[in-house]
């Protein structure tokens, strides 16, 4: 199991550092940080070994958060863990960084020392944890609150309390789809798949059973079998194919699916690169959208690589605003909203220099992003029906609100 | 307020201020001052001099201070043994708290310090907490037992604690089970013995099964992991495991995801690979491997260490999902690698179009190892789908004209390999690549080069230009090019002999006279030899036909891939090595794990009362080589265990006097020390040409050595069992032009134990085309190790002109022993005895002969009749024979007069060696 964790900022300085087992020394602290966080070369792995000991590390933005062992310990936890403990300190403080951490260090040692016991994982929900990690000091407890607490972080329903109570029932309902494309500059589809999840934020009172029914796509497309939050009954879908849960209070993922099958894609991108002699380029970059004219997308971004001895960039569009960034390396193509069936042009002319490397222009592929306001997958919630028998309020009285949301991930266009 | 300016505290005198501080009567200042002693601790300053002070804090009713105290003890009590007891009565004391919370703060706290002295106070407490009213006590005090027996593993034991924690796995509360298990789990894997403290029925995995529904996601992989490591007792318990555990695979957390992947493959062993129940559950294996492939990039790295096993243990599950493992251009490194790979193994004849456009895509990026990679991998697609062979050939000389130097050098290296997977196909391309020449400067990428122009010589106009050109600077080329280069010129001289002696005659020179490296100088001086005395005999050797290259060569080598599978999810699967590799110590001899296996192929080791060593570590032919190649054949080949027929020592100095009688010009010299051993020799003699004294069955010879393969030494053998005695019978033929001397045998360990019971004798020196009939007496005495298939031996036999390696299968009858009779009674009930599930079932054809016939042949194999029964016009024979190594064999011989088919059905304790029987039966009765 794991044998410590630490925390390093971006030159290898110690910010937390809590050992749990008795074969992890002081100086596996120093290993980690002269082998891999001062090392010269690229990290070629997010688990290392040296000298019999293995260090697993996630890096967020400038924080290194490492897990170290000596035993076969199973990996996938170990990074699953890694990112549960960075999720919950956002939870906790916000941006994980390395402030944040320096003046939260009281509380996350009190969170390590509760999540994880000898180096096995505990109850990460950070609903349930900040119910009795409060950084409130002394809290004096009555007995029943107590006895809640512990039924809550050992429960069969851990992820949420009793007794929560609200005078409006409401939910609200995310479907939120990232589009990754890869196509070839023939308008090939290469790669394409949607990875979509349903986001929930539950306002509910009691412990509400609810049942979830969306179109049969993706539960019947063998590729696209979602996941789901702990608090669905697993085997219910299994047999069933039905999705019923008792939430938890506020904001969690109900599920994650991928699909590859009949995506409707929202943009095509045509490019159109012409080297003209050793010192200049041509480019041509049509963007035509593909969906229902009464839609508006928006947020839509074309990134255009530019070579690296690129001098100069003039640059023409019909709409929106490009520019050249120098420091990018690339032409950045802004749209603000765009309707469907349309299509929009821009052309570009890139100086060069001369260089004398051998080495050819690599053309990173053109990238693009974009938000439009329907699933891309096809997906559909069908209903979202709430039982709470104990309690005096029914399916109807809940407010419901239902959102799609479609977005690019990748979403690329070689050229 | 924040906390990170307790960072930031450097003065001098800060250890004294930080102690007055401590003492302090004000709350708010003593928590503060343990703040900055906690601060100071984690960026490594030595704090233990405040110990007695932070202790004295620990008294009080502020839960955050606490934690901090006791954070603080668990750092430093190791270092303060006796101080360390001053917090015993608080511990205890908390122990007893009302506030369940601070219980087990406590006792789980307790468990870290590792002081003897706090943990003799720590037992009664933790046997109270384990029967806690609280459940979140009890799963606490669960995991502290695990702490416990880290510390003292004894105690743990003395106490009782292990009964109390196996009563947990039945407790109310799933977390408190789960915790459970991953506490027995460790204290099982770290015992000393080797043999688990606490076993697994099918009563606890029914109990885990239910937990696993309800507890946390930490839980479900504690839970499943522990299920992998229990077989069940038959294929129906298997597939309800199964089934029960596979709603777990839409788990959003990919360590269930992975935990419950290895639980099904290993049980899937179980099963019959065709069964309805398998292909159904391959189906659902696929999709969520391919979710995996959404997640964070380290998640994914580990999913994609793990599908490399997967896809090689059973490449159905995803041999349609190749898509989803195409680069995307802002994957991390490690990732993309991982997918390169997997891209290969995946690739077939369907999606060959698509990965090579893929492939020839990643070849312009931008990391060199990267590009390397997908180089060689479009190399491997030509090898491994011969119709895209073409179109992989013209992909790579695509990227040839992008002179890009690595990219250009590692097309050369994978052209090579194409060249001998498909010779005189794509020459045509040769000249291209000669383009090039100047532009290779790693080593590979040269010899590659110089190995393609010395094959093609005769088709390269230049080739004596170019390979002179590489000629001059000889000394400063690695070992790998000079080999290549000698052997290249040697090629082209014996293709072009007219214009290009002089250059042969430059390289010899360099190889032989200018250069230090033993293995240079020795090819040099073969070459030389071969090339003064017969040219013909030369151009057989180094023109002759080279093996063909296999499709797969990084594969991993299946012992070790089994054992990777049931590691599923762990580090090992991510190393892609065994845990012992990485894994210090304690008790690993128990952590070695096998696939369980279908029922009815149960080992045979297990009845074979020799062995000592694990069974169903199957040796891999690798490692077998390697130790055929590390074994001393200086040394006495006979085990010292056997007292051994009269070894001439001197006879056996194999080491010295080759070269010399290769190097002067008089190899008609009779080494001095070839004397015979000469009773050993004699008994050969007598059995090898007098091979009518037994009438016992003796399969006719089979070629074991080509003289191809032998360097000129031609072997042709069987192996017989006379009087008693096993022997291996060899015809040995010098097919070379020089005489052989000096020959000696080794055995590799294999499933009998047979060793040489006395050296091997052939007449010294064997000259040119003479035959020797040689006979070596085998001894069933020697280490036994199983071998694939049973019967197979591998042998290892030395002369003065190198080592050959090769492998034979045995006929199973020369281990029937003389004293395989049965009292007729003690066959009975043996029979009845076997479980019919051991009873296999053969037939034999075409055998003409009557009941007696055939039992009077078989006796005098050592295949004795007990009884003869004749039933509705069949005749049935009851036989036993007993081998070697003790194992009985029952068979039952069903006949129909006028009927040339037999029916044998073999019953035995160890099923595996029922086909050799049958095998043996067959030859007997045909011979």
Known sequence: MIGGLFIYNHKGEVLISRVYRDDIGRNAVDAFRVNVIHARQQVRSPVTNIARTSFFHVKRANIWVAAVTKQNVNASMVFEFLLKVTDCMQSYFGKVSEENIKNNFVLIYELLDEILDFGYPQNTDTGVLKTFITQQGIRTQTKEEQAQITSQVTGQIGWRREGIKYRRNELFLDVLEYVNLLMSPQGQVLSAHVAGKVVMKSYLSGMPECKFGINDKIIMEAKGKPSFHQCVKLSKFETEHSISFIPPDGEFELMRYRTTKDISLPFRVIPLVREVGRTKMEVKVVVKSNFKPSLLAQKIEIRIPTPLNTSGVQLLCMKGKAKYKASENAIVWKIKRMGGMKESQLSAEIELLQTDTKKKWTRPPISMNFEVPFAPSGFKVRYLKVFEPKLNYSDHDVIKWVRYIGRSGLYETRC | MTDSKYFTTTKKGEIFELKSELNSEKKEKKREAVKKVIASMTVGKDVSALFPDVVNCMQTDNLELKK?????????????????????????????????????????TMGCIRVDKITEYLCEPLRKCLKDEDPYVRKTAAVCVAKLHDINASLVEDQGFLDQLKELLSDSNPMVVANAVAALSEINEASSSGVPLVEMNTQTINKLLTALNECTEWGQVFILDSISNYSPKDEREAQSICERITPRLAHANAAVVLSAVKVLMKLMEMMAPDADFVVNLSKKLAPPLVTLLSSEPEVQYVALRNINLIVQKRPDILKNEMKVFFVKYNDPIYVKLEKLDIMIRLANQSNIAQVLSELKEYATEVDVDFVRKAVRAIGRCAIKVEPSAERCVSTLLDLIQTKVNYVVQEAIVVIKDIFRKYPNRYESIISTLCENLDTLDEPEARGSMIWIIGEYAERIDNADELLESFLEGFQDESTQVQLQLLTAIVKLFLKRPADTQELVQQVLTLATQDSDNPDLRDRGFIYWRLLSTDPAAAREVVLADKPLISEETDLLEPSLLDELVCHIASLASVYHKPPSAFVEGRGLGSSRRAL?????????????????????????????????????????????????????????????????????????????????????????????????????????????????????????????RRNGQIQMEMTMTNRAMQPMMQFAVQLNKNSFGLVPAAPLHVVSPLAPNQSYEAVL?????????????????????????????????????????????????????????????????????NVNMSADAVSSKMQQNNVFTIAKRNVEGQDMLYQSLKLVNGIWILSELKMQPGNPTLILAVKTRAPDVSAGVNTAFDAILHS
């Not at chain 2, 009590?77 to 601070?102: G, H, R, W």
């Not at chain 2, 009362?609 to 055929?628: A, F, K, N």
């Not at chain 2, 091979?691 to 360097?711: C, D, H, N």
Request: net charge negative.
């Open chain 2, 777 to 845: 007496p085998l001894n069933p005495t020697g280490p036994v190790q199983r071998m694939e298939p049973l019967t197979n031996l591998q042998v290892a036999i030395k002369n003065n002109i190198d080592v050959f390696y090769f492998a034979v299968v045995m006929p199973m009858n020369i281990f029937f022993a003389e004293d395989g009779q049965m009292d007729k009674r003690v066959f009975l009930s043996t029979w009845k005895d076997i479980p019919a599930a051991n009873e296999v079932q053969y037939t034999i054809n």
């Open chain 2, 596 to 720: 369980p296996t279908r029922s009815g192929s149960q080992d045979i080791l297990e009845s074979s009362p020799s062995h000592g060593e694990r069974s169903g570590v199957i040796p891999t032919q690798e490692s077998l080589i390697g130790d055929l190649l590390t074994m001393d054949l200086g040394g006495p080949p006979v085990p010292s265990s056997v007292p051994a027929a009269p070894f001439a020592s001197s006879g056996l100095d194999l080491l010295s006097g080759g070269l010399d009688g290769l190097l002067s010009d008089s190899p008609s010299v009779p080494p001095p020390q070839a004397a015979p051993a000469p009773s050993v020799g004699l008994l050969g003699d007598i059995f090898g040409l007098a091979p009518s004294a037994s009438t016992s069955y003796v399969a006719p010879k089979q070629m074991w050595l080509p003289a191809a393969r032998g360097k000129g030494l031609e072997i042709t053998g069987t192996f017989s």
């Open chain 2, 68 to 108: 901090l105290v006791y954070l603080y003890l668990m750092n430093y009590a190791k270092s303060q043994p006796d101080m360390a007891i001053m917090a015993v009565n608080t511990f205890v004391k908390d122990c007893e708290d009302p506030n369940p919370l601070i219980r087990a703060l406590a006792v789980r």
